[in-house]
């Protein structure tokens, strides 16, 4: 029986930890130039910056965590909250649009340094406030929310949506929910649909009460009826059974709706499904447009359009205003508004009919 190291079954030691100035005598380099190299600063040629990186890489030299934040006198720690899921406050992550807004926040903040803290929706003062937080993301706020009101009292910088603008400490990135319902109505309109309905979210975000203000104008103005259905609670089984249920109306050909704008987020396979279910061909003799992220849109027949809120350019341009309040000190309420995409496809398109 062969004899075992004696060292078997103990923690490998750890060497001596490798400093700044170990990696710029290993690079040839002032202890200065390498600092700036490591942080992406100073006027250094990308030569001598590579350099730098090299030997730190090479001798597997990791920045003082520490040490870094009690000189910038923060924790580089970013709070992040869904207020719309407050009841179930982890399943926005099967959320396609949620789902891409955390990735890319994460993302981009961590490219500028900062690691992002996902925090249960509803939550109490206590379960964050001994949390060094040098800012939280509040992700679609219901109306009345009462963790923007905490953090703000807190004197912790809040970025939400536009509900929160003009408020001290307060910083907004959002789309124009009018405009975007407008354009789509506009679209179907323009494709010969006579009676769009909606399938929207019993919510009371900013968005959805922005989406449904903007149809009942948009009905107005034209002369037509509302063709409202709710959904009482998100995930595509609620939504479907919606769907099927403002397909369903009377037998009349002129009181069907011929065209249907699912604002609620469901996957878009299943809402055909349900439109086939209940006899109505897309595109056929029903317009459809899904607001919706998901990327089998496109691969469905027929492909489905979709109106994007473009999350990754919110999470971008949110990221870019954090920074400037963090970095640059800039404390003064600040917003801007990012364009929305419809992505037209077949299903809102109405076939052309063959030339006699």
């Known amino acids: 029986m062969t004899e075992a190291p004696r060292h078997a079954g103990k923690p490998a030691q750890a060497g001596p930890r490798v400093r700044l100035v170990d990696v710029a005598r290993e690079a040839g380099l002032s202890k200065t130039t ?7 600063t100073g006027r250094l040629s990308p030569a001598v910056r590579e350099k730098a990186r090299e030997a730190a890489r090479r001798m597997g030299y990791r920045p003082n965590a520490t040490a870094r934040q009690l000189r ?3 924790a580089r720690l970013i709070g992040y909250v869904v207020g719309e899921l407050a009841h179930a406050p982890w399943t926005f992550l099967e959320s396609p649009y949620f789902a891409r807004l955390t990735g890319s926040t994460a993302a981009t903040a961590l490219e500028r340094g900062y690691a992002v803290v996902l925090l249960p929706a509803g939550s109490l003062h206590g379960e ?3 949390l060094p937080l040098d800012a939280v993301v509040v992700a679609d706020p219901v109306a009345g929310d009462r963790i923007v009101d905490d953090l703000l009292a807190a004197r912790i910088p809040v970025f939400s949506d536009r509900s929160v603008e003009g408020r001290e400490g307060a910083h907004w990135v ?3 929910a009018a405009e975007a319902t407008r354009g ?3 679209h179907l309109r323009e494709e010969g649909a006579r009676r769009p309905a909606m399938v929207l979210p019993d919510s009371t975000t900013g968005f ?3 989406v449904l203000a903007a149809y009942r104008d948009w009905c107005t103005a034209h002369g037509l009826p509302e063709r409202i259905t709710r959904v009482a609670t998100p995930g595509n089984g609620p939504v479907v059974a919606a769907v099927e249920a403002a397909l369903a109306g009377t037998e009349e050909e002129d009181g069907r709706p011929d065209a249907l704008l699912v604002v609620a987020e469901a996957s878009p396979p299943l809402v055909l499904e349900a439109a086939r279910r209940g006899g109505r061909e897309v595109p056929d003799d029903l317009l459809l447009v ?3 992220e998901d990327a089998t849109a496109e691969h469905t027949r027929p492909a489905v359009t979709t109106l994007s809120l473009r999350p990754e350019e919110i999470a971008r341009s949110g990221t870019e205003l954090l920074m400037n309040v963090l970095e640059l000190d800039r404390t003064e309420p600040s917003g801007l508004l990012v364009p929305t995409r419809l992505e037209v496809r077949e299903s809102s398109r109405r076939p052309k009919s063959p030339p006699a």
């Open 34 to 40: 390498v600092s700036a190299a490591l942080n992406g």
């Open 290 to 292: 899904c607001v919706s």
């Open 174 to 176: 959002d789309v124009d």
């Open 184 to 186: 789509t109505l506009d």
């Open 128 to 130: 964050w406030a001994d």
């Open 72 to 74: 910038a006198g923060r």
């Open 208 to 210: 959805h009460a922005g």
